[in-house]
Structure formats: C-alpha cells, structure tokens
C-alpha cells in the first residue's frame, strides 16, 4: 500500500506520523491516519464483493451531500476527500481507496434508543429528496431465496461439511412466509442495507458509517439488523422496545401500514440471511467474510439460528411493542 500515492491523489502532501489497522470490519481494510492536528480514515475497498465500486461510491457522494444539505436533521454521516477531478476514491496499485475524515465517539445515556432513531432519520432524510436517484450497486444484496438456493446446491455438492437437514427445512419453511410479505408491491426506500449497531458512532450527533449499501431496499430490514445486532449478546425486551422507539421517531411518520407490519418479519429475514451466508462459507469456503476460517463460520451460523429462535419464540411480544409504539403515528 503506497500511502504517499494515496494521499497525494486527495491533494495531501504531508505524511502521517503513524498508521494503525482497524480489525472490527468483515469486508473492507480500514486503517487510521494520524498527524500532529488530525485524524483520517483510510478504507482499502473489497473490490471482490463491491464490484461495481463506481456506484458504490457514487451512492455514498449522493448520501454525503443530502446529509450536507440538511445540518440540522440530527444525524451526520462521513465527510469524504475528492481529488482534483471530483471523485472521492483514487485507485493506487490496482486497488480502490477512499480517505474520510476521523469522527470522535462519545459515550450516550440510551445507545438503543439513539441507535434506533439514527437508522430512521437516515431513512427519512433521503426519502425527502424525491429527485435524487441511486444506484443498485449489488445486486440481490438482501435476497433471501438466493441464499436458500446457494446453500441447497453447496449442500446438495459437497462431500464433506453436510448441513443438518433440519436447517435446510427450516429456512425454507421461513423463506415461504417471508416471500408472502416482502413480495407484494411492499414500497422500496433507499436504505443503509447494513444497519447494524457497529455501523453508527455516537457523537453529539450520532454518525451513520459504512455506507457502502446504501440503495433501494426496504426499511424492515434496516430495522431488524439494528435489533439483530443489539440483542446478540443479551437478548433483552426492553432494549428492543427501546430502539424500536427509537426508529419510530427518526422516521417521523414515513411508514405506510404494510411496512410497519413488516418489521417483525425483517428481524426474521436478515437473521436467518445472514446465518445462511456464514453457512455457505462454511461449507464452501467461499470466503466472504475474509476474517473467519470454517469453524468459525460454523459457530457463528449456530449462534445466529439460536438467536432466530428467541426472535420467534417471543415473536407476540416483539410485535406488541411494534404495534403500540407505531400506533401514535
């Protein structure tokens, strides 16, 4: 990684004094760059899973310069460098790399609650701008039946690393329910696609982050990745009802009947999606997310399936609060 070809295609002559890799991300190298008077965020872009990376940026121009036109909604999203040509990525070695600028966490009394209201501002503040268009940078990037049918014909192939048939009929059991609702005529929003808990840094005004998905997609599931990613490791009612608050009012009334019935679903869908992908990671050693070897994918497909079962098992309670909080609307 040639950091001086780097920085001087953003226009930035002087060295950092020290560079450290961030090793939290799935996907993308992320490294920090310290000076004497700042901090900035390198990011190596996964061009083997964002191939079309010209959208995926020009998507994230589109977001940074909404967020930029509306100062007061709240939230904040990363400020990009551009070159002298405009764009906010060179290409150095073959490879894509962006630099933004270092956003300082502080601590919030209601994580839940702020992370929930973020993800819904984030939501409603682009849904204002009715003339701005994104692109679809990855295709079927939440595609349940794709993943149910990858992992059908891994399963079907391989000799080794045979899936318990049980969970096969299981996702597809789930995949039928899901299809009766995320398949008819359900609106379409742009989206963060990847709304997880570690995807927002609490600041005076929290920050939304990775904004590498941002494109069509529906609210559901910006919802139940944030409520995924909070209860992992203590699943806790109150903290749903909490970000579920949360969500509702950055939304600020966008949703049509059908989407708020469709929240609990989205819980299920990227729950049992993303268990599904670590399965065929597992048993194909495709390889998508660069940082896990087979076993690893394995216990984490086990700890998602059982987190699913929680979800569903208190799925009454889960949609009362839904329902109570989205009443006021």
Same mark, same amino acid.
């Given at each position: 990684?040639? +950091? @001086?070809? &780097?920085?001087?295609?953003?226009? =930035?002559?002087? !060295?950092?004094?020290?560079?450290?890799?961030?090793?939290?991300?799935?996907?993308?190298?992320?490294?920090?760059?310290?000076?004497?008077?700042?901090?900035?965020?390198?990011?190596?872009?996964?061009?083997?899973?964002?191939?079309?990376?010209?959208?995926?940026?020009?998507?994230?121009?589109?977001?940074?310069?909404?967020?930029?036109?509306?100062?007061?909604?709240?939230?904040?999203?990363?400020?990009?460098?551009?070159?002298?040509?405009?764009?906010?990525?060179?290409?150095?070695?073959?490879?894509?790399?962006?630099?933004?600028?270092?956003?300082?966490?502080?601590?919030?009394?209601?994580?839940p609650f702020s992370a929930g209201?973020?993800?819904?501002?984030? +939501? @409603?503040? &682009?849904?204002?701008?009715?003339? =701005?268009?994104? !692109?679809?940078?990855?295709?079927?990037?939440?595609?349940?039946?794709?993943?149910?049918?990858?992992?059908?014909?891994?399963?079907?192939e391989v000799t080794f690393k045979k899936l318990d048939k049980s969970i096969l009929r299981r996702m597809g059991n789930l995949g039928e329910t899901l299809s009766s609702v995320f398949e008819h005529n359900l609106t379409l929003r742009v989206t963060h696609n990847d709304a997880k808990i570690n995807n927002i840094i609490f600041a005076e005004a929290p920050a939304v982050i990775d904004l590498d998905t941002v494109m069509d997609g529906y609210v559901a599931f910006d919802y139940g990745d944030l409520i995924r990613s909070l209860s992992e490791n203590n699943f806790d009612i109150n903290i749903i009802c909490q970000a579920t608050e949360g969500f509702y009012c950055g939304l600020n009334g966008l949703l049509s009947e059908d989407e708020i019935v469709s929240l609990y679903y989205g819980i299920l869908y990227v729950t049992?999606?993303?268990?599904?992908?670590?399965?065929?990671?597992?048993?194909?050693?495709?390889?998508?997310?660069k940082d896990k070897t087979p076993s690893m994918?394995?216990?984490r497909a086990n700890e998602l399936l059982n987190l699913l079962s929680n979800f569903i098992n208190y799925g009454d309670d889960i949609t009362s609060i839904i329902y109570k909080v989205f009443e006021k609307q």
């Amino acid at each position: 990684m040639n +950091i @001086s070809a &780097i920085l001087n295609g953003f226009g =930035i002559g002087k !060295q950092p004094d020290s560079i450290s890799e961030l090793k939290c991300g799935h996907i993308n190298s992320t490294f920090i760059l310290n000076t004497n008077d700042q901090k900035m965020i390198l990011q190596k872009l996964n061009t083997d899973v964002f191939k079309n990376y010209n959208a995926v940026m020009e998507n994230i121009a589109l977001t940074e310069r909404i967020f930029q036109s509306h100062p007061l909604c709240g939230i904040t999203v990363p400020s990009f460098y551009t070159t002298d040509s405009g764009k906010n990525f060179v290409m150095s070695d073959d490879s894509i790399f962006r630099l933004s600028t270092f956003i300082q966490g502080s601590v919030t009394e209601n994580l839940p609650f702020s992370a929930g209201f973020a993800f819904g501002r984030f +939501i @409603s503040t &682009i849904a204002g701008e009715k003339k =701005i268009r994104f !692109q679809t940078s990855t295709e079927d990037f939440h595609c349940f039946s794709k993943y149910f049918r990858k992992l059908t014909v891994i399963d079907r192939e391989v000799t080794f690393k045979k899936l318990d048939k049980s969970i096969l009929r299981r996702m597809g059991n789930l995949g039928e329910t899901l299809s009766s609702v995320f398949e008819h005529n359900l609106t379409l929003r742009v989206t963060h696609n990847d709304a997880k808990i570690n995807n927002i840094i609490f600041a005076e005004a929290p920050a939304v982050i990775d904004l590498d998905t941002v494109m069509d997609g529906y609210v559901a599931f910006d919802y139940g990745d944030l409520i995924r990613s909070l209860s992992e490791n203590n699943f806790d009612i109150n903290i749903i009802c909490q970000a579920t608050e949360g969500f509702y009012c950055g939304l600020n009334g966008l949703l049509s009947e059908d989407e708020i019935v469709s929240l609990y679903y989205g819980i299920l869908y990227v729950t049992a999606e993303l268990a599904m992908r670590y399965l065929i990671d597992y048993s194909s050693d495709s390889g998508y997310f660069k940082d896990k070897t087979p076993s690893m994918c394995l216990n984490r497909a086990n700890e998602l399936l059982n987190l699913l079962s929680n979800f569903i098992n208190y799925g009454d309670d889960i949609t009362s609060i839904i329902y109570k909080v989205f009443e006021k609307q």
